[in-house]
């Protein structure tokens, strides 16, 4: 299931003063804060990208690299932009309060500034990152099953194939697809049918916490498992499919459900691209499905299938 964010921010001050740091030290002790400091504008953008902090309090006056320097240079990296910045200068004029807010910084505070300000004003941008986060997380979020969803799916996919390509190790693949799912919705009608897709996601997620479970699309569901072969994916999805079929449906006693599992690794596939091992895991899928259902299959052999449904 996707993370619960962590309730610690970090806010990293790009400041060339360190009587600034110290006094924010002391009165940012109990805002449930992470402070970083930085004493130069190099220095502040190499922690932003190391850092990923969730605000920045950034100096206008400095040497060498001056607040509007840095603040430009996070603005046009990929990784810092979505950072909000407050920018905190000892010149209060107009002109230099529009350019700030011009290259992006969400607010300004001019120096000396009262610290209970300060803090509200950090804590209404921490608002807007948690906002962002959380807007984020949701574009990954299957909105029925809780499950991460497709986008998150290719994403990750990708991700643990690179990683995978970069260690030397092995990534597995399962696909899992329910078994006429559409005589459920059928029989029963649409509403029971989403609910056995909640049911059916709480299932699959209960195995282990480094498995990646995510919804691929309609009655179907993909399970990414870092540094395993398609042997041990196979194990996972055989006592997955074992588990959807003890399941008894609460108040629908005459309800069966089965899925099949197709299983594949990068190694099997032969390939470090995404496409091509979901392709050999598909293709375990489409014989599980053709040799009978509630079965698991990998590299075009049946692994196991129920004892009510073999022969
Ligand atoms: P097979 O064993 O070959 O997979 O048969 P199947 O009936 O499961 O496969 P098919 O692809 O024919 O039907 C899938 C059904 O899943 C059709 C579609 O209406 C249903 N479905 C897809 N998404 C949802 C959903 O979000 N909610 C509900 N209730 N049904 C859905
Ligand atoms: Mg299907
Ligand atoms: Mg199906």
Redesign the pocket.
Known sequence: MPPVASPESRVLSIDDSVLIHRLLKAHLRHERVELHCALNGADGLRMAKALNPDAVLLDVDMPDLDGFAVLSALKAEAVTQHIPVILVSGSCTTDDRVRGLDLGAVDFVVKPFEIAELKARVRSALRTTRLIKLLAQRAQIDG?TGLWNRTYFDERLAQELASAERHGDNVALVLC???????V?DKFG?PV??LV?EEFARVLSGSRITDITCRYG??EFGMIIPRADAAQGAIAAERLRAAVERFEWPDRPSLRVTA?FGVADRVVAGSFVPSEVVAAADRALYLA?QTG?NRVCRDGELVTTSLRTAG
């Open positions: 029925l697809d329910i078994d006429h799912f559409k005589a919705n649409h049918g989403d897709l309609g009655e099949s499905k259902r």
